[in-house]
């Protein structure tokens, strides 16, 4: 009788205890945004933190559209063959570091031209880097620019191609390291984050820095 009493107010002062809080799994489907705690976490974007830089970031939804803008630009049928296919998450990341990138080298070379380095010739002096683009078309030089940025972009276009098809390319990789910064793990992993935060910076700081210098018309520092 007394070990059942024992047993039964042991039972009792277990009730009263909470059990321990579980950690709740950190999955695309119930996951909060990171950037937007209050807003959901779109399936989409897959994984947590599968890729550098991922903070949740999609209020819009585009991730999770029926309509993938990979298959209007590069056309399934003829390209990618029947089983190929690049979710919209990837086409997005494979833009937003192709744009990112860009900035970071328009930033300094919208800077640069300001500073008062220019190539040699006299063409190319006192153009100020906010008429740059006009003195360029009146001298012939965009042309030569258009087509080496085409080129660039058709070779990039096979990549992604090829990662519909299956060959594990990450989105944005063009295997392009010859000081060899990503060859320890961790150091990659580090350099990968960097990138997209630097890249998402220059965009933002690329599109002040042309609105300023058009709206005030001086050079640097703009104001």
């Given at each position: 009788m007394v070990r059942g009493l024992i047993l039964a107010l042991a039972t009792g002062a277990s009730a009263l205890v909470a059990p321990p809080a579980r950690a709740p799994a950190t999955t695309a489907l119930s996951a909060k945004s990171a950037a937007m705690p209050f807003l959901e976490r779109p399936s989409g974007l897959g994984d947590v933190d599968g890729m550098p830089g991922d903070r949740g970031f999609d209020p819009l939804r585009f991730t999770d559209s029926d309509w993938n803008m990979a298959e209007v630009i590069i056309p399934k049928e003829r390209w990618m063959g029947e089983y190929g296919t690049v979710p919209m998450?990837?086409?997005?990341?494979?833009?937003?570091?192709?744009?990112?990138?860009?900035?970071?080298?328009?930033?300094?070379?919208?800077?640069?031209?300001?500073?008062?380095?220019?190539?040699?010739?006299?063409?190319?002096?006192?153009?100020?880097?906010?008429?740059?683009?006009?003195?360029?078309?009146?001298?012939?030089?965009?042309?030569?620019?258009?087509?080496?940025?085409?080129?660039?972009?058709?070779?990039?276009?096979?990549?992604?191609?090829?990662?519909?098809?299956?060959?594990?390319?990450?989105?944005?990789?063009?295997?392009?390291?010859?000081?060899?910064?990503?060859?320890n793990p961790e150091t990659k992993s580090f350099m990968l984050e960097a990138e997209i935060t630097h890249a998402r910076l220059a965009m933002l700081g690329f599109s002040g820095l042309v609105t300023q210098s058009a709206l005030l018309e001086k050079g640097f520092p703009y104001f």
């Open positions: 998450v990837y086409w997005m990341r494979e833009a937003e570091l192709k744009h990112g990138r860009i900035c970071m080298l328009a930033t300094v070379g919208y800077l640069t031209v300001d500073a008062g380095i220019h190539f040699p010739g006299a063409r190319y002096e006192g153009v100020d880097a906010l008429h740059a683009h006009d003195a360029m078309l009146t001298t012939g030089n965009m042309g030569f620019m258009l087509t080496c940025v085409a080129v660039v972009e058709l070779c990039s276009m096979v990549s992604v191609v090829q990662a519909a098809k299956g060959s594990g390319r990450a989105a944005g990789d063009f295997s392009l390291d010859p000081l060899e910064f990503c060859e």
